[in-house]
Structure formats: C-alpha cells, structure tokens
C-alpha cells in the first residue's frame, strides 16, 4: 500500500516516496513533504538543467546550485531554465 504525504508543490495530499531520495534530513525532508509526482517532476527538470548547461556535478557549487533549485522548485518560486528552452507544448485537446 503506497503512503500518502501533503505535498508542499502541490498543496494537496498525494502518494508519496516510498523511501528517502538520499540520506539525511534534506532526504527526510523531501520524503515526507513531497510527493512522488513533484519528485518525478524535480528530476526532469534537474536532467534538463544538467546536461543543457553542461552542469559538472563533481562541483560543489553545481551542488549547492541544484540544491537551491530544487527548494525552489518544490516552492513553486521561478527556477532556472535553459537558455533557449522552449517546454513542448501540450498535445492538443479535442
């Protein structure tokens, strides 16, 4: 039986993660503040963000950089973008 968590991005009760994403309180955080479907959202967006601005994660500033990003994320505050990116648009209703 999947757990449900009230999740911060979208202000509702949600399913949740089945196990913190990594280990600490940031991890604990997330596990229970986010729900499964705003986590699946944050690692798009953070695969985007990655490989678009050639980010080195080797690099503590990368780090603190995604970090920062994904508090905000969750947050529903701007992120950052890709320069140039351009989201696909919705498939068309009808």
Do not use: I
Request: aromatic share 10%; net charge positive.
């Amino acid at each position: 039986m999947s757990r449900s968590v009230f999740c911060r991005k979208y202000q509702r009760e949600m399913e949740g993660l089945a196990q913190p994403p990594f280990p600490g309180p940031r991890g604990q955080q997330v596990f229970e503040t986010v729900s499964r479907q705003a986590w699946q959202e944050w690692l798009a967006h953070q695969t985007m963000l990655v490989n678009e601005r050639r980010l080195n994660l080797m690099d503590r500033g990368t780090r603190a950089f995604l970090e920062e990003e994904m508090q905000k994320f969750f947050d529903n505050r701007d992120v950052a973008r890709a320069e140039g990116y351009v989201p696909p648009a919705p498939p068309p209703q009808g």
